[in-house]
């Protein structure tokens, strides 16, 4: 196999810190967000803990697949 810069092979993905990063906050941030809202203002019911939860991981998602969609474009 071939090595091009950066010892990546070919067709193997770039990770850059703020991949790693937005992975990270898109896994940990439903959970977290409303464990902290609960803590600090109020209870939440468990449906709406989880609808919660469902639209911070749909939000991040949205976030993390053009954050990588732009790099993979820059990828030659």
Do not use: C, D
Request: net charge positive; no cysteine; proline share 8%.
């Amino acid at each position: 196999m071939l090595v091009q810069r950066g010892g990546r092979k070919p067709g193997e993905p770039i990770y850059l810190k703020r991949h790693i990063l937005g992975l990270a906050l898109a896994v940990v941030f439903p959970i977290l967000l409303p464990l902290l809202y609960h803590h600090y203002i109020g209870p939440l019911s468990f449906g709406t803990q989880l609808i919660a939860a469902l639209i911070i991981a749909l939000i991040g998602s949205l976030v993390l697949y053009f954050t990588y969609r732009a790099s993979a474009q820059n990828e030659p």
